[in-house]
Nanobody, 126 residues
Framework: QIQLVESGGGLVQAGGSLRLSCAASGRTFSGYAMGWFRQASGKEREFVAAVSRNGGITYYADSVKGRFTISRDNAKNTVYLQMSSLKPEDTGVYYC???????????????????WGKGTLVTVSS
């Protein structure tokens, strides 16, 4: 079982930037498609972005396309989410997820992730 720990959340003004990191341990990181999800207070968790096992293919929710960039470093067992032009509606707890059974293009709709992190809070003030 792979273990995931997110970091990098915090308070930022609208228009600002943050970079989230998710460190993985326990299993072969490169064998997992990786994704970021978020959950705002009172709302369901939603897909944000996913990256293929080798980092070559990425997918984004329409709401973050052009503003967020997902990447991974398999040598460091880490996946990143660079967030720019942040908006108050980006506020929420951001979770990292790993899936060995599917490809990145399907992570937005799968409910069988192999592992979730505990999340990191991002707050965007207006």
């Amino acid at each position: 079982q792979i273990q995931l720990v997110e970091s990098g959340g915090g308070l930022v003004q609208a228009g600002g930037s943050l970079r989230l990191s998710c460190a993985a341990s326990g299993r072969t990181f490169s064998g997992y498609a990786m994704g970021w999800f978020r959950q705002a207070s009172g709302k369901e968790r939603e897909f944000v972005a996913a990256v293929s096992r080798n980092g070559g293919i990425t997918y984004y929710a329409d709401s973050v396309k052009g503003r967020f960039t997902i990447s991974r470093d398999n040598a460091k067992n880490t996946v990143y989410l660079q967030m720019s032009s942040l908006k108050p509606e980006d506020t929420g707890v951001y979770y990292c997820a790993a899936n060995q059974k599917t490809n990145a293009q399907f992570m937005a709709t799968r409910d069988d992730m192999d592992s979730w992190g505990k999340g990191t809070l991002v707050t965007v003030s207006s």
